[in-house]
């Protein structure tokens, strides 16, 4: 080691370490007396040390900025403007709450230092801050790059009545109430672009011409096409082309097999011409072993109701049933209720199948569901019903990874377009739960990257 | 002790990006959130009650059959107001543009009472009553 290499590492270590580490700020947006300055009293819970209900919530929000924070890296502080205040109720549903990106930026030229932008390309205000090296300010009343409101009369009388806030931070929110932390952190993903931006999934039509910086990224397996190389028409139709748009991003692909679960596949054995289909695993109930579950699948009308094929009343004649795999169709009831009529029967596991386009994802909650069960789409559940009874092996596809469609993980684009919904969250076939899918569901942890996650990676592939 | 020294050179840059342990992260939140900021108004009033309104346009209502259909357009009259979807656009002083969002571009997180007594929590847009394809929200519920 020379003396001068030592000179150098010796000076390296006086230098200041910049931090790697991006600033995200909670503003509090609120008037005295209510909101984060609420000041109800409340008792300290699951790591938040607050002793007020305003507290608690001014604590969750700055504790979901920090997870974010800790992950992003950018020299320009991310500001968050948000609001708790009374949002739309009913006693059996509520709006919790949004986030969003307050500004898109394009063509801003980058500071020294900094990195151009792609060239008339919208980006969401604290990427393109951070790629720019710059505060970009639009309007010095409004300097934002996040805007964010969330409800806070949840629980009370009226506004989903006894069902409200958890304020912990630890993820053990009872059954009894909705961890705000887990819906902060996806909102807030949203807020720093998760999302397709300023391009209506809709119309496909774009803001002043621009594509947002997710449209190079975004494939249909179909068409082979990326949006940024799509009309208006084809990007919405590619929106609601189920299944087959993915993000094509090289940083989120690379994790997909650290991430995400081998597939799931309902495979006809007998008769072999109806081949094999994807399934969706239930959140109740065991999982499949790993050799899965071969057997007959019947599909025997149940005790009436409005439909024998729904499972929802229990069947009369269990011996159709024992020792066999049951297939249902979806509706009027819990899934969990089906599940529980075809146990009750003797069945070995439960196939339901879906009464709309797209894979079913079953949810629900029941202990004493004992047997595997999984979702499959309403034309494979058709084919199988006529086929019925049939051999079939419910297992393992360990060809594939849950969600992905040529290694590339699915976004959220169902056949009947979901405003607010579609395009900008993965897609629900994805096993496990991903924070950023539409539906925020109860095994998330709070980490935002892989093994638990894809997000992370979504977010690098657009320049984070 | 030239080695100890080189080593630490080294080793405190990765450092401070590389320890995330829990505890650590823990640490580090609670010395962040303390103490709870200041109160500061950010937005006038009117400002502020724009963005409320134009987040009122909470669409789903609970089924007996599966937990939540599209509202009728007398129930989501009721529970709300469109929004304007207008961007507002505004040229940057040091060149580029800039976008305003609106809340057309916002997702609502929304929760919902299935019909097992579980909550479910869906993301919508404010501005439309058409009915989602509830594909894991059928029950994936909290």
Known sequence: MSAKLAAALLVALLLPVPSMAAQVIVVNGDPPGVGFNDPTPAVPVGGNPGTTVGEQALYVFQTAAQIWGHRLVSTQPILVISFFTPLTCTATSAVLGAAGANWYFANVEPAVGGQALAPDTWYPAALAEKLTRQDIVADPNDPYEVFSVFNSELGKPGCLTGRGWYYGVDNNEPSTNIDLLAVVLHEFGHGLGFSVGPTSSNTGARALGFPSIWEGQMLDTTTGKRWIDMSDPERAASARNNQNLVWAGQKASNVVPSTLAFGTQVNVLEPASLGSAEAVPASFGPQLRPGGVRAALVAPDDGGGGSTRDGCEPFPQPGLIAGNVVLMDRGTCAFTVKVKNAQNAGAVAAVVANNTAGPLAMGGADPTVVIPAVGITQVFGAALRVAAPALVHVGRNVTVRAGTVLNFPRLYAPTGFAQGSSVSHWDTSATPNMLMEPFINLDLTSSVKNPDDLTWSLLRDIGW | ?142
């Open chain 2, 1 to 142: 002790m030239r080695y100890p020294v080189i080593l630490m050179a080294l080793a405190l840059p990765l450092l401070t990006v590389a320890d995330r342990s829990p505890a650590l992260m823990d640490a580090r939140a609670a010395e962040a959130v303390a103490p709870m900021p200041q109160v500061s108004a950010r937005y006038a009033p009117e400002q502020l009650q724009r963005l409320r309104q134009s987040l009122v346009a909470q669409i789903a209502v609970r089924d007996d059959a599966e937990g939540v259909r599209a509202a009728t357009d007398q129930e989501a009259a009721a529970l709300g107001a469109p929004v304007s979807s207008v961007s507002e656009a505004v040229a940057l002083p040091g060149g580029g543009m800039a976008l305003r969002t609106d809340a057309s571009q916002l997702s609502l997180a929304v929760a919902e009472v299935v019909d097992d007594g579980h909550v479910r929590i869906s993301e919508r847009a404010p501005d439309t009553g058409a009915h989602r394809s509830t594909v894991k929200g059928g029950a994936h519920v909290r």
